[in-house]
Structures are given as C-alpha cells and as structure tokens.
C-alpha cells in the first residue's frame, strides 16, 4: 500500500516503478525507483533515445514528508546519446533537470511563501534560504511572459514606499481588467515608468485605453510620451485628499483666529468636519450643527465639500467641468484661499479630472494591494536587495 500511495505521489510513469522502501542511518524514509525500459529520455531536447552511454551513481530528492518523517526519493541515472545534445543524463518525471526537489516538494516550498515568510519556510522545511529564494526567482521567470503577454487596456500607476530612506520607492503597475500586477520598477521617476513602456513596445502602448494615477507630473510625462492616446483619468479618492487637505487648512485658521468659545467648539472637531454627512453618526449630528451655527467660514467650506461630491454622478466630461466652473463660482468673496487653491490645482489638471466621468476608474485597487505589498515586506523584516523583494511580490500577486 505505501509503495502505491509513494508511485501515485512521485507521478512515476510508464518506464519507472518504485522498487522499494527503506531508511537510512538518519532516519529517513529512501524510495527506491527504477527504469523498466531500455529507453531514456534526453534531458535536453526531451526526445526517446536507445543509445545509453553509462550509468551515473544513485541521485537523492527532497519529497514531501510522509507521517511526518523526512522522505527521499532514490535513483540511478542513466547517460544518453543524442545527436542534438551530446551526452545528456536522463530526465525523469518527478523532478526538473538539475533540480534536488521532487515536483510536489517544489510545490509545497512555493505554497508556504506566499502566507509566510522565506525565514519561516527555511525553518519549518530545514531548507537554506537562497534555495527557496531561488524556487521563488524560477517560478516568476517562469510565469512573468505568460502574465505580461496578456493584452492590456486599462492600467493604474502608483508608488509605494517598502522602507525607511527618500529613495527606497516601487512604482506598481495595475491591469484593471484582470487584478493583478503587470510590472514592478525601483523608483518614482519618469525614468522608471519609461522602462516599463520600453518592455511593453510601441505597438501594445498604443492600444492602451486609459492609465489612472495620481499626479505625479513624471507618470503623467512618460504615459504621454508613450501613450498619447491613453485617457489619463487621475484617481478620484487622491482628489477627495486633497480636498479634506484645504478643509483642514481652513479649519487650523479658524481654531487660531479666534479664542475662547470659538476655540474650544472648534478644538477636537477635525473628522467631523472631513467626514461626509451621510457618513456622520446621528448622535453627532446635533454637534456638527452647533459647531456651523457659530463659525460663518466653517459652514461655508463645510457646505462646498458636500456640494463638491456631486461631481462624481456626472456620466460626460462636458458637464464634469461645467461643474467645476460652478463650482467656482461659489469661491468668489469667500476668501476660503485652501478651497481656491485646490481647485486651481484641479483646472491645471482639468482633462485628467473629467475623464473619469467617461472611464469610471480609480485606484482603489491598486492602493488595497499596496497594503498587502507593505505586509509582505514587514513579515519578511525588510529585504536589503529590492530585487528579491520585486520577485517575492510577484509570487504573491500570480497565481
């Protein structure tokens, strides 16, 4: 019965059979397999060969443990001659050529790295951490052109910081269509979403639709250089930052222009105020309505940011920025200068801002997958080389 469970787990083909079952001096299970046919499979070109050159001494592989007990499997190797290749050992089915882990031990070793760290999978497995580092690198290598071939139409941009430092950013870059990572580079700059152009080629950048960002006036540079005909729709939820930045500027002013009273009904208001009404819990309700009662400048912006949300129901950019002009014009005498400085930032980037009334894109995304990027990173304690990190966040965002 083990001797069938092990040929069903070791996927041993027609031409092998486990001869036996044995353990060694430390205690570990050794399964025996054994050619059954004259004929060899070259591990170059993966043809039938006949032509045996010699036998090679017996080989070990890691398997998956059985009962809890460390479990190898054992074999002689054969040497064949092919035309094409030379003399090449022989490839058999549980393992890749030049590899000391079975198929199934490989997939457990890539199974434990994506919930875990590598540190942890090294303890927990007795492996070093270059080979699971290296598992990790083959696998990515493996499966980087199938995920990057795929046709992309509708891409986020954003960066991310994996650690302490002014340089130490990733910039990510999102399939909309399909919820994943496209590409990794080290940076924030043009030059770094340059490289990803220069891998994507002429021709698949100019069937990009729309690329959502924030505004970052690099990114903004190299999509329109690469992609002049991308809608560039900058992310709706940047924007909304930026307002409830100008609001809270104004309500700084407003806790030290005025003293006494005024001060202490304005003190500790600060995410009553950022907070949408719909979203204000009833109870406070009565206390957002004293606090505008008696700041005239309060209720003003408090009023203006409501009113702004109404942007978003727009379905054409054409009534998006007749908005925004309205909006506009609700700023004048107002002397909000947070509120008018905001919106001077959104008419230099008008276009971006009404594309997304056609587009309805965000990156929202790409912002939750950047969580899990930084918790990759913090269960791993920080990686000293960000190219390791790029490939451990690869393997955790394919599959």
């Given at each position: 019965m083990l001797v069938?469970?092990?040929?069903?787990?070791?996927?041993?083909?027609?031409?092998?059979?486990?001869?036996?079952?044995?353990?060694?001096?430390?205690?570990?299970?050794?399964?025996?397999v054994e050619p059954t046919r004259a004929t060899a499979v070259c591990s170059g070109c993966g043809e039938t060969k006949s032509r045996i050159h010699d036998v090679k001494p017996a080989r070990q592989w890691r398997h998956l443990d059985g009962w809890n007990v460390p479990t190898m499997v054992r074999s002689t190797l054969r040497r064949v001659h092919c035309r094409n290749c030379g003399v090449r050992v022989e490839q058999v089915p549980w393992a890749r050529t030049r590899s000391r882990f079975t198929h199934e031990f490989e997939?457990?070793?890539?199974?434990?790295?994506?919930?875990?760290?590598?540190?942890?999978?090294?303890?927990?497995?007795?492996?070093?951490?270059?080979?699971v580092m290296r598992l990790i690198e083959r696998w990515v290598e493996e499966s980087a052109e199938r995920h990057f071939r795929a046709p992309l139409k509708h891409i986020g941009v954003d960066e991310i910081s994996y650690g302490r430092g002014q340089h130490k950013y990733l910039t990510v870059v999102w399939d909309h269509d399909r919820s994943r990572i496209v590409w990794l580079g080290r940076g924030k700059e043009r030059d770094t979403l340059d490289g990803f152009f220069t891998?994507?080629?002429?021709?698949?950048?100019?069937?990009?639709?729309?690329?959502?960002?924030?505004?970052?006036?690099?990114?903004?540079?190299?999509?329109?250089t690469h992609a002049p005909q991308a809608a560039i729709v900058f992310d709706r939820f940047h924007i909304e930052r930026y307002l409830t930045w100008a609001v809270d500027e104004v309500r700084k002013h407003e806790f030290w222009r005025r003293g006494g009273a005024y001060r202490k009904a304005v003190h500790g208001k600060r995410f009553l105020l950022l907070r949408k009404y719909r979203r204000v819990h009833w109870r406070r309700r009565g206390e957002l309505a004293q606090l505008l009662m008696m700041n005239k400048r309060l209720f003003r912006t408090y009023v203006l940011k409501e009113q702004f949300e109404h942007a978003w129901t727009y379905t054409t950019a054409r009534g998006m920025r007749e908005f925004l002009v309205r909006w506009r014009r609700l700023l004048n005498w107002s002397r909000l200068q947070p509120l008018i400085r905001f919106w001077e930032m959104l008419w230099r980037h008008v276009d971006g801002v009404t594309a997304w009334a056609e587009h309805r894109l965000t990156n929202a995304a790409v912002e939750g997958h950047n969580s899990i990027i930084r918790g990759i990173s913090q269960r791993g304690r920080g990686y000293r080389n960000p190219n390791n990190l790029m490939q451990v966040l690869y393997h955790a965002s394919w599959r």
């Amino acid at each position: 019965m083990l001797v069938g469970i092990l040929a069903i787990q070791l996927r041993v083909a027609k031409g092998w059979q486990v001869a036996a079952t044995t353990r060694d001096d430390r205690q570990r299970i050794v399964v025996d397999v054994e050619p059954t046919r004259a004929t060899a499979v070259c591990s170059g070109c993966g043809e039938t060969k006949s032509r045996i050159h010699d036998v090679k001494p017996a080989r070990q592989w890691r398997h998956l443990d059985g009962w809890n007990v460390p479990t190898m499997v054992r074999s002689t190797l054969r040497r064949v001659h092919c035309r094409n290749c030379g003399v090449r050992v022989e490839q058999v089915p549980w393992a890749r050529t030049r590899s000391r882990f079975t198929h199934e031990f490989e997939a457990e070793v890539l199974r434990r790295a994506r919930d875990t760290s590598i540190l942890r999978v090294c303890r927990q497995l007795g492996l070093h951490w270059t080979s699971v580092m290296r598992l990790i690198e083959r696998w990515v290598e493996e499966s980087a052109e199938r995920h990057f071939r795929a046709p992309l139409k509708h891409i986020g941009v954003d960066e991310i910081s994996y650690g302490r430092g002014q340089h130490k950013y990733l910039t990510v870059v999102w399939d909309h269509d399909r919820s994943r990572i496209v590409w990794l580079g080290r940076g924030k700059e043009r030059d770094t979403l340059d490289g990803f152009f220069t891998k994507l080629g002429t021709r698949r950048a100019h069937r990009l639709v729309a690329v959502t960002m924030d505004m970052a006036q690099g990114y903004i540079s190299s999509v329109g250089t690469h992609a002049p005909q991308a809608a560039i729709v900058f992310d709706r939820f940047h924007i909304e930052r930026y307002l409830t930045w100008a609001v809270d500027e104004v309500r700084k002013h407003e806790f030290w222009r005025r003293g006494g009273a005024y001060r202490k009904a304005v003190h500790g208001k600060r995410f009553l105020l950022l907070r949408k009404y719909r979203r204000v819990h009833w109870r406070r309700r009565g206390e957002l309505a004293q606090l505008l009662m008696m700041n005239k400048r309060l209720f003003r912006t408090y009023v203006l940011k409501e009113q702004f949300e109404h942007a978003w129901t727009y379905t054409t950019a054409r009534g998006m920025r007749e908005f925004l002009v309205r909006w506009r014009r609700l700023l004048n005498w107002s002397r909000l200068q947070p509120l008018i400085r905001f919106w001077e930032m959104l008419w230099r980037h008008v276009d971006g801002v009404t594309a997304w009334a056609e587009h309805r894109l965000t990156n929202a995304a790409v912002e939750g997958h950047n969580s899990i990027i930084r918790g990759i990173s913090q269960r791993g304690r920080g990686y000293r080389n960000p190219n390791n990190l790029m490939q451990v966040l690869y393997h955790a965002s394919w599959r």
